[in-house]
């Protein structure tokens, strides 16, 4: 039971541990240009002029900006916080 449970609690841990990174990016952004309104415009620009491909090929999935996948709409699933929870954390 445990070698079933361990690798998926592993990938979901690792999965929790880049979104954290994303964010202390994005911190750190906003403490090198002191201006955090131009990092909340670059994300608004991506959320509002991204254009969701029809056909998503899964192995560079995760090299998208907006995720496209829609299982990865999840926030347990994906690698990257959605673009909206960056904006108000910021």
């Known amino acids: 039971m445990a070698a079933i449970i361990s690798p998926i609690a592993g990938i979901l841990l690792q999965y ?3 979104r954290q990174r994303e964010y202390l990016a994005d ?24 254009i969701y491909p029809k056909k998503v090929i899964c192995g560079i999935s995760h090299l998208y900006f907006a995720i496209p996948i829609s299982i990865e709409n999840l926030d347990l699933f994906s690698t990257h916080p959605k673009i909206d929870s960056r904006i108000a954390r910021l």
């Open 27 to 50: 911190t750190q952004v906003v403490l090198l240009t002191r201006y955090s309104k131009i990092l909340i415009g670059a994300l608004t620009q991506i959320k509002d002029g991204y």
């Open 16 to 18: 929790a541990i880049l």
